[in-house]
């Protein structure tokens, strides 16, 4: 847990991303101590932005990042920098991209109230202000304008109501009626 206190961000040192997301599809296989999380995030530069690309840092903290591909191609661990807070890609493509990220975190454990966590056994999420930063490695930051689908998994009996933001799509169960989707 962080002691510091937080650091104002001020309007005159704001600058734009120098990436844009344009669609994210969030999977959650949740489980009270080990909840897998896979992004896939459609990304581009961004024209916006006075410059000619960059790294790629996206925002993260307290979770395990399992795997990474881009472009569907695993990235092995020279190709990225992970630290306590970020997850950077030193040379993302020109071209838009697409960058599946899988992600573990615990959501008993997280007694912060922020990213996905429990409380008296059901799942919560609150993602504003930068708890998204606590689900998966993305760009936390208020003018992400991206388009989200997200499946949500479970074991039926622990979690017998699933619920996300959004017009449902598809429901069904999977392993026997163990778990719903």
């Not at 530069?45 to 395990?64: C, I, Q």
């Not at 040379?91 to 838009?96: E, G, K, M, S, Y």
Request: aromatic share 6%; net charge positive; hydrophobic share 30%.
């Amino acid at each position: 847990m962080k002691t510091t206190t937080p650091r104002a961000i001020k309007l005159k040192d704001y600058h734009p991303s120098h990436y844009l997301i344009d669609k994210v599809d969030l999977n959650f296989e949740l489980h009270p101590t080990r909840t897998k999380v896979r992004s896939k995030l459609k990304l581009r530069r961004n024209p916006g932005a006075n410059s000619k690309g960059g790294p790629l840092v996206l925002d993260g903290e307290h979770m395990e990042l399992v795997e990474v591909k881009l472009d569907g191609k695993m990235l092995d661990k020279r190709q990225y920098k992970l630290s306590d807070d970020s997850l950077t890609i030193a040379r993302p493509p020109a071209a838009p991209f697409t960058l599946e990220i899988t992600t573990t975190c615990d959501p008993e454990g997280n007694k912060s109230l922020s990213g996905l966590y429990r409380s008296r056994g059901i799942y919560c999420t609150q993602c504003e202000a930068q708890g998204f930063r606590r689900i998966t490695y993305f760009l936390d930051r208020p003018d992400v304008l991206a388009k989200y689908t997200v499946r949500i998994e479970a074991d039926a009996e622990e979690a017998g109501t699933l619920l996300s933001n959004g017009n449902p799509r598809e429901r069904g169960t999977l392993d026997g009626g163990k778990r719903h989707y």
